[in-house]
């Protein structure tokens, strides 16, 4: 099994940065795509980056140029670098993983695992 943490989510003025990280436990699996979503309240979740591999990436156009997604693939764990920030970008930030798990009978299966959230605030 796999387990998602975020963390890193916070209270912030407007203007101000957050680097959100997405940390992947277990044993016998490899991190592949990851990505970050938003959702504030009574909205739909949304996308916001994505990283797949080790730099291919994209965003959702309301981030771009102000977030940066990166990963550090020694501790499994993927960062979202948010600069600038807006009170809309205030929202509960999730992320979800394309794991491959390795069996003891050196069978694999993929899994998609998600994380709790962490909730950032954009506030003055």
């Known amino acids: 099994q796999v387990r998602l943490v975020e963390s890193g989510g916070g209270l912030v003025h407007p203007g101000g940065s957050l680097r959100l990280s997405c940390a992947a436990s277990?044993?016998?699996?490899?991190?592949?795509?990851v990505t970050w979503y938003r959702q504030a309240p009574g909205m739909e979740r949304d996308f916001v980056a994505g990283?797949?591999?080790?730099?291919?990436?994209n965003y959702a156009d309301s981030v771009k140029g102000r977030f940066t997604i990166s990963r550090d693939n020694d501790k499994n764990t993927v960062y979202l670098q948010m600069n600038s920030l807006k009170p809309e970008d205030t929202a509960v930030y999730s992320c979800?993983?394309?794991?491959?798990?390795?069996?003891?009978?050196?069978?694999?299966?993929?899994?998609?695992?998600w994380g709790q959230g962490t909730q950032v605030t954009v506030s003055s």
């Open positions: 979800s993983a394309d794991v491959i798990v390795f069996h003891s009978d050196y069978s694999m299966d993929p899994f998609t695992f």
């Open positions: 277990g044993s016998h699996f490899t991190l592949n795509a």
């Open positions: 990283i797949q591999g080790a730099d291919t990436t």
